[in-house]
């Protein structure tokens, strides 16, 4: 034994191992020595007009910047302003314009060298382990309303009419200060898209949502109505040209704030709010990738994405055909999308399953500096883009902060004769990538698991209910046996298309999702004790059971994208997990 943590089942303990389990040994403290160095560093900035003027930094003081976040957020990484140049052209002038931590982590500090080993925030159910310290991620970094803020921004003008970017205008990228108007979340932003009454003597100074005046505050309704329209045009030829489209639904709970404990949950459904910053986010991405490209070629730091490596593609491949569905040439901008559409349109759990799944046969994207890769080879797949980085969360991602520097480079060497030598100092960084990949990739697991924490803990304690359940897969394992059934029931006798799994109940098992709890779990014969053998008919890609009720002996079949009713019920072991009993009745 290394270390006695704790009984599991226990929240504290429950997450404690998680994070041990993915090398997360740090929480939101850091060293004396970082807090003295970062002190010293606040002592040293301020933000005065000397300062701004000194520093070169564009000011947009004067313009309605606000954000959209969450409503509990404090790590307020982004703004946006927008602002009609020519009315009869409708073309707009945008200004997306991210926090600038890197001013205040100075390169190869002890700061610098913790944020990198830390590599991103994580986030849990109950709690985040932050990056950087609060006092930079929540507070001078953070674009909190009503001060000043340090910015890299990134200004474009585009068309209202068609969402095409203005080829007379060259986007660009800057140092900047903004002082935000207001911090307005989701639901606030969603009911002005959707022409409900929102007052301005209903919002709060405390929670930065009432700007300073009632004219501001109808200013900024206007903004978010002209950027509404603008993201819904360039989302729907975003998805018409190829990016993927597979919903992204998300589990959160209410939780005691006592204890941490789940007293109830819901899923999130993006909606126009969520999807206008989201488009606004990745047009910046994208701008900012070529603009390193253009200046830095090799030394770029971008995030690639190839759809499937070989397994992978033989993975979706099989799932295709055992299921009796016509192969998608992935190759082909929009096949996905297309077929997914059309799904949906025809069978809805079918749709449910298939794009559920697909977020795991697609790879996950991943940073790397384009050195020697072709453009082919750097293609961000699921956004059908031929480069992409990350510029857009600096207080939580490394790679952002890497991107930062990159810029802030470029625009040393702006009117002057560039010298590549002065690019080869990131190169320092290239070591690091696998572990930066490594860590955001965990932290991402870390988020899911901590839901699946979640999840069993609601279950454990909540009233027992019967849930829908779909199969999404008939999973058999090759060490199956072929042979006769052991009946000769609805006349299947000695039909070798079938798979005998009597004894080796764990060889052959349903993969079920329950879209009300966004919830994957397996299903096995031993879950029902009822069940006295199974079979699978691998030409049909079904299961059939024999069950007994009163002694008399019943058949059933089970088959991909098949709705069940299932009992959920909690497991009291280590890892805690969730299983289901299937209602056979229905």
């Known amino acids: 034994i290394v270390n006695e943590i704790g009984q599991f089942g226990d929240l504290n303990v429950e997450t ?17 020595e970082i807090m003295s160095e970062v002190k010293n560093k606040l002592k040293e900035i301020k933000i005065t007009e000397e300062y701004i003027k000194k520093t070169k930094r564009e000011d947009f003081r004067n313009e309605l910047v606000f954000t959209i976040d969450p409503y509990t957020s404090k790590d307020l990484d982004d703004a946006i302003h927008v602002k009609v140049i020519d009315e009869n052209k409708k073309l707009l002038e945008v200004g997306v314009h991210i926090a600038d931590p890197t001013t205040y982590v100075e390169k190869d500090s002890l700061l610098d060298k913790e944020a990198l080993k830390r590599a991103t925030s994580v986030y849990l159910v109950q709690k985040k382990i932050s990056m950087l310290p609060l006092i930079l991620s929540e507070d001078i970094c953070s674009i909190m309303p009503n001060k000043d803020t340090l910015t890299i921004s990134c200004i474009f003008r585009i068309y209202l009419a068609n969402g095409s970017l203005d080829q007379n205008f060259k986007p660009y990228f800057c140092l900047s200060v903004v002082n935000s108007r207001a911090k307005w979340d989701y639901d606030l932003v969603q009911k002005i898209i959707e022409g409900k009454e929102v007052n301005y003597n209903d919002l709060k100074v405390e929670d930065g949502s009432k700007p300073e005046s009632e004219k501001t505050f109808n200013d900024l ?19 018409e040209s190829g990016s993927l489209m597979i919903d992204n639904d998300d589990i959160y709970f209410d939780l005691n704030k006592e204890t941490n404990l789940p007293k109830d949950f819901h899923i999130s459904v993006k909606n126009e709010s969520h999807n ?27 995030r690639r994405h190839p759809f499937f490596n070989d397994n992978k593609f033989n993975e979706i491949q099989r799932y295709f055909s055992i299921n009796k569905m016509n192969q998608l040439d992935f190759e082909v901008p929009n096949e996905i999308n297309k077929f997914l559409i059309k799904t949906k349109e025809e069978n809805i759990n079918k749709y449910l399953c298939i794009q559920h799944k697909l977020k795991f046969f697609i790879l996950r994207a991943e940073y790397v500096f384009q050195g020697k890769f072709s453009l082919d080879e750097l293609k961000h797949s699921s956004l059908n883009l031929d480069l992409y980085t990350h510029f857009t969360s600096p207080i939580r991602r490394y790679p952002d902060i890497i991107v930062h520097r990159q810029l802030k480079e470029i625009f040393r060497c702006i009117n002057k004769e560039i010298d590549e030598s002065s690019y080869k100092e990131f190169e320092i960084y290239k070591p690091s990538i696998d572990h930066i990949n490594d860590r955001y990739n965990s932290a991402k697991l870390i988020s899911q698991k901590s839901k699946r924490i979640y999840q069993c803990l609601y279950i454990k304690t909540a009233p027992k209910k019967m849930y829908d359940a779909l199969i999404m897969d008939i999973i058999v394992k090759n060490n199956t046996k072929k042979g006769p059934n052991a009946t000769n029931n609805n006349n299947i006798g000695n039909n070798t298309n079938y798979v005998m799994n009597n004894n080796e109940e764990d060889d052959i098992y349903l993969v079920l999702f329950v879209p009300e709890m966004n919830l994957e779990l397996e299903w096995r014969k031993s879950d029902n004790e009822e069940i006295v053998y199974q079979n699978y008919d691998k030409n049909n890609n079904e299961l059939y059971i024999n069950y007994m009720v009163n002694s008399e002996c019943k058949v059933k079949y089970f088959r991909a994208f098949d709705k069940l009713s299932v009992e959920l019920i909690y497991i009291d072991y280590t890892p805690i997990d969730v299983k289901c009993k299937i209602d056979l009745t229905k």
């Open 16 to 32: 404690e191992v998680l994070l041990n389990r993915f090398h997360v040994y740090h929480n939101d403290n850091f060293s004396d």
């Open 221 to 239: 309704k206007e903004s978010v109505k002209i950027l509404h329209v603008l993201t819904q045009l360039v989302r729907k030829a975003r998805f």
């Open 276 to 302: 206008l910053i989201e488009e606004l986010m990745l047009i910046s991405n994208f701008l900012c990738a070529n603009y390193l490209h253009n200046n830095l070629k090799e030394y770029s730091l971008l």
